[in-house]
């Protein structure tokens, strides 16, 4: 574990201290940061999924993959 000082607006830092002991707010952060840091890793992983599935549906797109795909082996040996 790694100690951080970090800075909260006074209204911020009282909520917390209204909701959870003086000895376990540092677990509170930590438990609070991680969400967030995971649901942010969903979004992204959402937007890839989605990103892909679009790909795949654009036609234009899968056409010209299609022809580097064949060109992108010419003029070399199969050895």
Same mark, same amino acid.
């Given at each position: 574990?790694?100690?951080?000082?970090?800075?909260? $607006?006074?209204?911020?830092?009282?909520?917390?201290?209204?909701?959870?002991?003086?000895?376990?707010?540092?677990?509170?952060?930590?438990?609070?940061?991680?969400?967030?840091? $995971?649901? $942010?890793?969903?979004?992204?992983?959402?937007?890839?999924?989605?990103?892909?599935?679009?790909?795949?549906?654009?036609?234009?797109? $899968?056409?010209?993959?299609?022809?580097?795909?064949?060109?992108?082996?010419?003029?070399?040996?199969?050895?």
């Amino acid at each position: 574990m790694r100690n951080v000082n970090i800075c909260f $607006q006074d209204g911020t830092y009282k909520k917390i201290a209204s909701l959870v002991e003086r000895r376990k707010i540092s677990r509170f952060v930590n438990e609070a940061v991680e969400e967030k840091l $995971q649901k $942010q890793k969903e979004e992204l992983r959402k937007e890839m999924i989605a990103g892909y599935q679009e790909n795949v549906k654009n036609k234009k797109l $899968q056409k010209e993959l299609e022809i580097w795909d064949r060109i992108s082996g010419d003029g070399l040996s199969d050895e």
